[in-house]
């Protein structure tokens, strides 16, 4: 007698991804798992399972073998050195109290002093300084992330698109300097009827 058929459909597949995100181990048990079988399959078909690389999969087996379940656990991502010093901080934070800027001009640095006593709804990406513990937001100011990989919601990045085209494309920048001037002479020469055509999403406007 054959054994009747055992399906899994998409519910089941998103009820148990549901349940493993729940897991603070998950990541460390999912790669315990992939090495382990890759000991009796062929780790292309391991890999394709869990929807990896092989060069993913090779390295966690070498770091697992050198230093054991430590190094399967995500290291920090390092950040560049602050440029700005404490004396810098300080007299920003002064312009920022102020209201103006190093020639005392009259900014409206911030949302709650360009919006005072008013709502407002800040629609932000989920890069990873949008998404900091540090980011404080007035209680007038309501943060609303985006989907994560979405850039079809998210209007400037049709204009990252055209720089990157138009501007970057199939050039060598001998340093960041460099870089930056190009793309400071680039943003002088947009019109305002250029970024309106370059960020157009139509399909967004008519949203319930």
């Known amino acids: 007698m054959s054994r009747p058929k055992t399906n899994v459909d998409l519910e089941l597949v998103q009820r148990a991804q549901g349940e493993l995100q729940k897991r603070p181990d998950r990541q460390i048990c999912l790669r315990l798992q ?9 780790l292309w078909e391991v890999a394709s399972i869990l929807g990896i690389t ?11 073998r050198e230093q054991g379940v430590e190094g399967l656990r995500d290291r920090p ?24 800027n190093g020639r005392g001009e009259s900014v409206h640095w911030t949302l ?18 949008h998404r900091s513990k540090e980011l404080l937001a007035p209680k007038t100011i309501h ?15 049709k204009l990252w698109r055209w720089l990157r085209r138009h501007v970057c494309r199939n050039k060598v920048f001998l340093s960041l300097q460099e870089l930056a001037e190009v793309l400071i002479q680039a943003f002088r020469a947009f019109t305002s009827e250029m970024i309106s055509s370059l960020c157009n999403c139509p399909y967004s406007y008519n949203v319930n």
């Open 34 to 42: 992939a090495i382990i079988s890759s000991g009796s399959h062929p």
């Open 54 to 64: 092989r060069q993913t999969l090779h390295r966690w087996i070498k770091v697992f």
């Open 77 to 100: 991502k390092g950040h560049n050195p602050a440029k700005l010093n404490s004396d810098h901080k300080a007299e920003i934070a002064q312009w920022l109290a102020r209201g103006k």
């Open 112 to 129: 709650a002093r360009a919006y005072p006593g008013q709502e407002v709804l800040l629609v932000l990406d989920q890069a990873g300084w």
């Open 143 to 157: 943060l609303e992330y985006l989907p994560a990989y979405s850039p079809e919601l998210n209007p400037v990045e």
